[in-house]
């Protein structure tokens, strides 16, 4: 039983992310960041004038330049707090410019 209380109370620690600030408003787990299928896959939120937040993973082609949105939830409060719903619907492929934070994301997530 003592294990078990033990387990209860380092889970959450264990999954909790590290948020850093990548651009105004948006930020990183780098903790996240992984390599799956020669793409690169990272988990974001950005907080946004209306004053509802917005966790992203996404998945980057590093090759071809390129993101889509593996999943999206949207928070009712700033920093991923309030109510959250989810939003799963499948994503195409974007390109993504240079001089913008999407770009940015692509260029730091791929090591360019």
């Known amino acids: 039983m003592k294990k078990l209380l033990l387990l209860l109370f380092l889970i959450p620690n264990l999954v909790m992310a590290e948020w850093m600030p990548f651009a105004p408003n948006v930020f990183i787990d780098a903790s996240s960041l992984d390599k799956v ?3 690169m896959r990272i988990l974001t939120y950005l907080n946004i004038p ?3 937040s917005i966790k992203i993973f996404y998945e980057f082609n590093c090759k071809e330049k390129a ?3 593996l999943s999206r939830t949207i928070y ?3 920093d ?3 109510d959250m719903t989810l939003d799963n619907r ?3 492929w974007e390109h993504s410019a240079k ?3 999407m770009g940015a994301l692509l260029a ?3 090591g360019q």
């Open 90 to 92: 499948l994503k195409k």
């Open 50 to 52: 209306n004053g509802e």
């Open 37 to 39: 299928n020669n793409k």
């Open 76 to 78: 009712s409060m700033p």
């Open 67 to 69: 993101h889509k949105e």
């Open 108 to 110: 730091a997530s791929c």
């Open 80 to 82: 991923l707090q309030g």
């Open 99 to 101: 001089n913008t934070t």
